[in-house]
């Protein structure tokens, strides 16, 4: 598994109080634990900085890059914000995060990555929103974010498609749409689009305690129909355990063969049985519940493991 890690990202407070305060230390010191807890790349989400991205955005790709060599992911909605980034990166491919099938963002990002030579990231996302099915994303994906990569001879390795978590709390009926996206977009072109997900988005305003549990469940489900590449937080050390589980097939523990037995139904195209799960073991009871509220077969509710 390829992860991004997403732990500078403004909407955290520490984040935001040492961007202002330029603490360099501060954004060192959290690229290097996210590099040596397993992620390949670090992902730099400073949000739309639109009065000094000029300056901040050098700034902290020349405090990051003192200190890991990996790949940045430039996270930002600024355009300007993107090439004043790419024009101090110095190590490691870059990659945009992100472009969509809007027709401003479709016409310029895709050239600034071409430009200076990054990867970029493409949402299946119109101006008029996200689709819920399946079909209705990878069409985008093959009638406006491949055939606009290829227009400008854009490298197909140098794609990315995120066809977009959303939250299980709110939008509860795209959770599994979005796991058939991940499954059709590998057979949707030759050669097969890089796909990318931000994994933790699925849990966005849930209650805390139950986040990590839920990103889980959803990752081995995704993983069975072939994920190898996420934004996700490299520090969850369960979350590491289910990726080694199912890479290795380890079903050596209780919980290692529950969640291979999850990411095997789902890519066999079948649903998780109570029959896989031992419901006297509190964990596997919850993991249970859990794959029943991301399948959309049971309402969500912040309780859910309650019930």
């Not at 937080?233 to 063969?257: G, M």
């Not at 009871?285 to 859990?290: C, E, N």
Request: charged share 25%; proline share 6%.
């Amino acid at each position: 598994m390829y992860i991004i890690g997403e732990n500078i990202h403004i909407i955290s407070e520490k984040v935001k109080e040492a961007l202002t305060n330029r603490d360099r230390e501060f954004f060192m010191d959290l690229a290097v634990k996210q590099v040596e807890a397993g992620a390949k790349a670090v992902d730099i989400n400073l949000g739309p900085r639109k009065k000094d991205f000029a300056e901040v955005w050098p700034w902290i790709i020349e405090t990051i890059e003192t200190v890991v060599d990996v790949p940045l992911s430039i996270d930002t909605t600024n355009v300007e914000g993107m090439e004043a980034a790419l024009k101090t990166i110095k190590k490691a491919q870059p990659i945009l995060n992100s472009t969509s099938a809007e027709q401003e963002r479709l016409e310029k990002i895709p050239l600034l990555a071409k430009k200076y030579g990054a990867k970029v990231i493409a949402l299946t996302m119109r101006s008029e929103g996200i689709p819920v099915e399946a079909d209705a994303r990878v069409t985008i994906a093959v009638e406006a974010l491949i055939p606009r990569m290829m227009e400008i001879d854009l490298p197909m390795e140098n794609l990315i498609i995120d066809p977009l978590v959303l939250t299980v709390s709110g939008c509860q009926q795209y959770c599994p749409h979005l796991i058939e996206t991940v499954r059709t977009l590998q057979y949707a072109w030759d050669p097969a689009p890089n796909i990318s997900v931000g994994l933790s988005n699925v849990s966005n305003a849930v209650p805390n305690e139950n986040r990590p549990l839920i990103n889980r469940v959803y990752l081995a489900m995704l993983m069975g129909v072939g994920l190898q590449m996420m934004i996700a937080n490299p520090f969850d050390k369960e979350q590491n355990d289910v990726i080694r589980w199912i890479e290795t097939k380890d079903t050596s523990k209780p919980l290692a063969k529950v969640y291979n037995k999850i990411a095997e139904r789902i890519a066999a195209g079948e649903e998780p049985q109570l029959e896989d799960f031992d419901l006297k073991d509190a964990d596997q009871s919850a993991i249970w519940k859990t794959t029943q509220i991301l399948l959309n077969k049971v309402i969500y509710a912040d309780s859910y493991l309650l019930n």
